[in-house]
């Protein structure tokens, strides 16, 4: 029995370090989106709309909520593709690339 309980524990600590890699790497990618973004509007204060789309992120629709602001603040700067290309990353390289 003690082996069983050994390897749920096992489990569920895969199952937090898993989610937390999740959750990290989820921020990184809407805080490297916020970052491309407010560079293109010659935001003043560019850490600062980064961790506004950081804490949209964590909203139930975060993702969409994200695109919705994205597209709204750089309506006449890029096109909707190039948002989506920059939300697809999974970690950002194709804004550090951009």
Not at 14 to 31: I, M, V, Y
Not at 35 to 49: R, T
Not at 72 to 87: E, F, K, P
Request: hydrophobic share 40%; with cysteine.
């Amino acid at each position: 029995m003690t082996f069983l309980k050994g390897r749920e524990h096992a489990f569920e600590s895969q199952f937090a370090l898993d989610a937390d890699a999740e959750f990290r790497q989820r921020t990184a990618k809407h805080r490297a989106a916020g970052l491309w973004a407010a560079a293109l509007m010659d935001h003043p204060a560019p850490d600062a709309y980064a961790a506004k789309l950081v804490k949209l992120g964590m909203q139930p629709h975060g993702e969409r909520d994200i695109f919705d602001k994205l597209h709204a603040d750089l309506n006449d700067l890029t096109s909707i593709a190039n948002i989506r290309c920059h939300l697809s990353s999974p970690n950002g390289d194709t804004i550090r690339q951009a």
